[in-house]
């Protein structure tokens, strides 16, 4: 299998990558936090993704939305795979905003708990059609007199399309228990706020909840603490600056809330045995 890792792609507005060239623009090995939102569309073979504490495996006719909020790491993709990932920028979807209902297809999508979709093979066809219609026009955009309308139209095509597969899915979603939900909440709260707070108190307060029932909730739910989650939120956070940036270690360490450089760098080799340091020096060598 072939490893390789996230999405942190410069584009200008929208792109549509595909298998061929994946590795132009993708990384080895890199966890990374994406500059862009993004949807991968997995046709054909499986791919191991990464996304913060969960590791997701996408099958053939698989859909994964791809969060500007989330730390992601591509961790093996099988040898045989047909692939296609759309990235766009916010800035594309301000522009269409009102022709997007007031942009209520994004937000449905942004607020969806479930990220992962499974379609028919039928429907990734017509999806995989749409979008390599829209890579064309993308292509040829500069001979083409209304190309801006083409392409607007394509995309809202693709997103539409999309957000009828969510609904759909949401409704064959098993109702979770109330401590799945906590759990759940919990993730949520974490991959908004790990950026401010290491503190479980603070999640817990948040959830209405004492820090005790919500450690135990945790525990008997995952069998890990809400530590062990808020550690491996800030992990992943430095493992991308420092495999992908050039901050220096006492920039990173103030991004994440350390009080200083000597804290972040024991806490950081105290998990990976590596300093911040010698991790960064795997990806410039």
Do not use: W
Request: charged share 25%; net charge neutral; proline share 2%.
């Amino acid at each position: 299998m072939n490893t390789f890792a996230s999405l942190n792609l410069k584009i200008q507005n929208i792109k549509i990558i595909n298998e061929k060239n994946i590795f132009e623009y993708i990384p080895m090995g890199h966890p990374i936090r994406p500059q862009n939102t993004a949807i991968l569309f997995v046709k054909k073979g499986c791919v191991l993704l990464k996304e913060h504490v969960s590791v997701h495996s996408l099958e053939s006719n698989s859909i994964i939305i791809i969060d500007t909020n989330r730390v992601y790491e591509v961790l093996e993709a099988s040898d045989e795979i047909e692939i296609l990932l759309l990235v766009y920028e916010r800035s594309f979807l301000d522009k269409i905003a009102l022709k997007l209902n007031k942009i209520k297809v994004y937000d449905s999508l942004k607020k969806q708990l479930k990220r992962i979709f499974n379609i028919s093979s039928s429907e990734m066809d017509i999806i995989f059609t749409n979008l390599k219609l829209l890579d064309f026009y993308l292509q040829e955009k500069k001979d083409i007199t209304y190309i801006k309308e083409i392409v607007e139209h394509l995309f809202m095509i693709v997103l539409y399309h999309i957000v009828s597969v969510v609904e759909e899915n949401n409704e064959d979603v098993t109702e979770m228990t109330r401590n799945q939900q906590i759990v759940n909440d919990f993730i949520l709260l974490v991959s908004d706020y790990y950026l401010q707070t290491k503190s479980v108190q603070f999640y817990a307060d948040k959830l209405h909840i004492t820090s005790r029932y919500l450690s135990s909730v945790v525990k008997l739910e995952t069998n890990k603490t809400p530590n062990d989650f808020i550690t491996e939120f800030i992990l992943n956070e430095a493992k991308a600056q420092l495999s992908t940036t050039n901050k220096a270690v006492k920039v990173i360490a103030r991004d994440l809330q350390f009080s200083d450089q000597y804290s972040f760098s024991h806490f950081f080799k105290k998990h990976l045995k590596l300093t911040p340091l010698q991790y960064r020096k795997q990806f410039k060598d």
